[in-house]
């Protein structure tokens, strides 16, 4: 799995270049506010542990005007690991499995505190929960001999407890989102989030780039698939997936991709992806497997270059792929959707995806923001789909 190692490098990197590019060339601040860690020490003694067993953390800042009985509750991405070395590479390489490498991170685009940049959310009570367990907050396994913790699921309980205890108890709205790996984690989480708060309260969930399709790679295969069963194996994860799915589907490790488990979520959850996820082309369609065509190797690397003809056709034929694997929605409110076709992943954290006035992000004349704004108070029925680009969109530029 070291090529899915490198991949997501690669995209960490692409991000971080259009922040630096981003964060000066554009009317408005890009980097919105800096907000300290909280750590839950006292979690370490009910188990609720980072891979290496060092404290769960999230960032939060507090909600002011209308907005202070609100709150947006962020949950980080970052992959995930499906082998042991893969988990220890974790904690010791990319500081994903550990509190201890953990830095403060920059609150923008949709955790943002200014009003002209996220209009519906920004006065909310905004929490950015940290990645450290590898398996979207699913986990609940130990390894004693290499001294692994696969304790997502109870991180996620002991901080949505603590947020509780912090005044989400009285809230009047909840939203459960994240980006990638915590998009997964906000679909599978969704319903569990919806337990713990009070009856009273309005909740509801969106992933942004977290809807992961049971897709068939360039040779035929579902190696993908096999990486997600894996994780599920080893964290521990199945009995923390939705168990109306898990009863059903065989192995249980399908129903942690979104298109099997999203139907037994009773909770209102909006989806926001790209039909041509960079990362999905990279990891699901041409994954780093013996005889990978060249050109697709290349492919996976700059997505930008898979517009030749010789990808073409196979790119279309994922995104027929991806969409039929979206929940069928017909007039229901209850499932929203935003789906670009932009070659990204992510888009929460790049103000001219979220709330920017570039067309390229725009669907219907709709910013997300606006878009996931509306669905969630309830204005609009909102399913949006970019069918008038039938192929990959370079959207952003470096």
């Known amino acids: 799995m070291a090529g899915r190692r490198l991949s997501q490098a690669f995209y960490t990197l692409l991000v971080v270049c259009n922040l630096i590019k981003f964060g000066r060339g554009v009317d408005f601040p ?22 290496d067993g060092s404290p769960p953390a999230y960032q939060f800042d507090k909600g002011f005007g209308d907005g202070v009985n609100n ?76 001294k692994l913790h696969y304790k997502g699921a109870k991180i996620f309980n002991v901080i949505v407890k603590d947020l509780l205890a912090k ?3 009285n809230a009047s709205n909840a939203l459960l989102t994240g980006c990638s790996a915590g998009g997964l984690a906000a679909t599978l989480n969704c319903d569990k989030f919806r337990s713990l708060l009070s009856t009273s309260t309005r909740v509801k969930c969106a992933s942004d780039a977290g809807y992961f399709p049971h897709l068939k790679d360039v040779l035929g295969g579902f190696s993908f698939a096999k990486y997600f069963d894996n994780i599920v194996k080893l964290h521990g994860s199945a009995k923390n997936l939705p168990k109306s799915c898990t009863s059903k589907m065989k192995p249980r490790s399908l129903c942690f991709h979104p298109q099997y488990s999203l139907p037994y979520v009773q909770t209102p959850v909006f989806i926001i992806n790209s039909a041509y996820d960079t990362y999905q082309i ?14 697709w190797e290349t492919c996976r690397s700059n997505t930008t270059t898979c517009l030749t003809p010789d990808h073409v056709e196979t790119l279309k034929e994922f995104r027929l792929g991806f969409l039929d694997a979206l929940p069928k929605l ?14 990204i992943h992510c888009q929460y954290h790049l103000q001219q995806s979220w709330h920017g006035d570039d067309p390229r992000f725009r669907l219907h004349n709709k910013a997300i923001s606006e878009a996931l704004g509306e669905w969630y108070s309830g204005k609009a029925a909102l399913q949006i789909i970019d069918h008038e680009n039938d192929l990959p969109r370079v959207c952003l530029t470096l």
């Not at 890009?30 to 891979?51: E, F, K, S």
């Not at 962020?74 to 893969?86: A, K, N």
């Not at 017909?330 to 070659?343: A, D, Q």
């Open 71 to 146: 709150w947006l509750v962020f949950l980080e991405g970052g992959g995930w690991c499906d082998t042991t070395e893969d988990c220890l590479n974790r904690i010791l390489l990319n500081g994903m499995g550990s509190s201890t490498n953990m830095f403060p991170k920059n609150f923008t685009g949709m955790t943002s505190n200014e009003p002209s940049l996220n209009p519906y959310f920004y006065n909310w009570n905004r929490v950015y929960v940290r990645y450290c367990d590898g398996a979207s907050f699913t986990g609940n396994n130990v390894d004693p001999v290499h």
């Open 330 to 343: 017909g007039n229901s409110s209850f499932r929203g959707m935003f789906i670009t076709s932009c070659l």
């Open 282 to 295: 990279a990891n699901i369609l041409a994954p780093n497997i013996t005889n990978l065509p060249k050109s």
């Open 30 to 51: 890009y980097v919105t506010r800096l907000v300290n860690l909280t750590y839950l020490h006292y979690a370490v003694r009910q188990g609720a542990v980072c891979l």
């Open 167 to 169: 005044g989400m108890k």
